[in-house]
Every structure is written in C-alpha cells, then in structure tokens.
C-alpha cells in the first residue's frame, strides 16, 4: 500500500530550499488526487525585531506584504499545475514551533515538507536550524528536499570542502 498525503504544510521562506520543497510538495499533491490540502506556511519570526531599538509595526508590515507576493506566486504556480486546495497562512512568533506543532496540529498535517537548512555547522550551533529541529519534534512525518527538481544534490556555496 502506498502512503497518501492528504494535508501538507510547506514552511517558505524567500530560500532557493524551501521553493524546492515547494515545487516538490506541488507534484507530491498532484500524484496524491485533487482533495489533497497543499498550505504553504511563512513564519514571521518577531523575535528578530526585538532588539531593533527603532522597531514599529511598519517592519513587521513590510514584512507582511512582501511574504504575501511571494506566496501568492505560489499559489498561483500551484493552480497552473493542477493543486487546486492551495492556500497559505503567515504567522507570527516563533517558527520552529509553529512549524513543528502548532501549524500541523491545526491543520491536521500529516505531512511536513521542508527545504534542507542553508545553515554552515557554526551558524547550526549558535542559532539552530529550524529544519533540524522539525525533524527531531514534529507531529507528523518530515520530509526534507535536499535535491533539486532533477533530484541532483542542492550546491551550497556556504559548504566547503577542504
């Protein structure tokens, strides 16, 4: 018996990982039959604006606005080919759990695709990836997209080899 995904949640970001997940969530969605649920979900981390001595609601409109563009875009992309039960949510707080837990939960997910992290070890170790933590404490099943729509590996500019 295969595995249908009946409710998928895409964590975007603006990142070329997470509009791979994306376009890869697009054709799992498709393959799965027209009333397969595809949500895209952008985090609005307001965290980041929290040291920022001359925050106001302006940034976090700004924000808002350029979030909506993009993902209407891929609503748009996802309708062009053949998902019609395409929507989106932005939220606001904390993105590892919101895309964990809370999204999923309130959705009824049972699929999380997610973009691998474009994070280098330092940058993993002093902030954490969001995709790691995903991994280690959704709800549902996780699936990572760490190759392109070809299925060759993503190059990372940030990853070196010595």
Same mark, same amino acid.
């Given at each position: 018996m295969a595995q249908e995904y009946k409710h998928i949640l895409v964590?975007?970001?603006g990142? !070329?990982?997470a509009e791979l997940a994306f376009k890869k969530a697009v054709a799992v969605a498709k393959r799965n039959g027209a009333d397969t649920e595809l949500r895209l979900l952008h985090v609005v981390d307001t965290r980041a604006f929290q040291n920022i001595s001359s925050f106001d609601t302006s940034m976090v409109e700004q924000v808002t606005e350029t979030a909506k563009k993009t993902l209407d875009k891929y609503i748009d992309y996802a309708k062009e080919h053949g998902v019609e039960n395409a929507s989106y949510s932005i939220e606001y707080g904390a993105p590892k759990?919101?895309?964990?837990r809370d999204m999923p939960k309130e959705m009824g997910a049972d699929l999380i695709m997610i973009g691998a992290t474009?994070?280098?070890?330092v940058e993993r170790i002093l902030i954490g990836s969001v995709t790691e933590f995903v991994t280690r404490t959704a709800i549902c099943d996780v699936l990572v997209v760490r190759t392109d729509l070809d299925n060759k590996p993503i190059e990372n500019p940030? !990853?070196?080899r010595f």
């Open positions: 964590p975007v970001d990142s !070329k990982e759990t919101i895309i964990a474009g994070l280098n070890a940030k !990853k070196r």
